[in-house]
């Protein structure tokens, strides 16, 4: 089983609709989650970070997490075509002391939105 | 501007030649971290380095070595690269506090092909 895995996509949602994108993860102790958005041919960028069960909410994205089946989530509402990008799950496997610090990338899924 | 620069952005070399790509930041991050990017196999880390003289194997560390010998500089060196080494490289940073590694700042990502 990968450390984490996502739905490669491609994902298309109508302009307008919700886009929901999901991640499973294998550590359970993992501690800090991470959404980033890639847009073909640049870098990733931060979209959201959650440390703690449950919905955090910044303008129109939402992250989820539920520790206890091993999923984060990210919910776009009105989605725009500036959306259309390839967005990354990232994972901080352990708890965090000195020497533990890699990070986990998903593959990502290539998500469209359609105007 | 804040920002994470990478030099050379191309690089087309050939098998044996080693070559160290260089990554420098401008905000004072403690945990600088080198990733690899390919199609399928999404963003795997390499190494990262927690500060100065602190370094770590990520998950495809074989092949590569890397210095902190300045808390700005994290360079890449591929003493002999290989083919299968051709890939998409990015540098990132973040600060690094209790909770671990925070939001990583990519720089624009170079792209090493060896012949």
């Known amino acids: 089983q990968k450390e984490v895995e996502q739905n490669s996509g491609p994902l298309s949602v109508p302009e307008g609709a919700i886009a929901s994108l999901n991640c499973t993860y294998s550590d359970r102790v993992s501690q800090s989650f991470f959404w980033y958005r890639q847009y073909s041919g640049k870098s990733p960028e931060l979209i959201m970070s959650i440390y703690s069960n449950g919905d955090k909410e910044d303008g129109r994205f939402t992250a989820q997490l539920n520790k206890a089946s091993q999923y984060v989530s990210l919910l776009i509402r009105d989605s725009q075509p500036s959306d259309s990008a390839t967005y990354l799950c990232a994972v901080k496997p352990g708890v965090s002391n000195f020497g533990n610090e890699k990070l986990t990338f998903g593959t990502g899924t290539r998500l469209t939105i359609i105007p | 501007e804040a920002q994470v620069t990478q030099n050379p952005r191309y690089l087309i070399t050939v098998t044996g030649k080693k070559l160290t790509v260089t990554c420098s930041q401008n905000m004072n991050h403690e945990y600088m971290s080198w990733y690899r990017q390919d199609p399928g196999l999404g963003l795997r880390q390499i190494y990262y380095?927690?500060?100065?003289?602190?370094?770590d194997k990520g998950d495809v560390p074989e092949g590569y070595k890397v210095s902190r010998k300045e808390k700005r500089n994290f360079p890449l060196i591929l003493e002999s690269p290989s083919p299968n080494q051709t890939s998409l490289y990015f540098c990132a940073s973040s600060l690094w506090g209790l909770a671990g590694v925070n939001e990583q700042f990519f720089g624009p990502g170079t792209r090493l092909t060896v012949l």
């Open positions: 380095s927690m500060n100065v003289e602190v370094t």
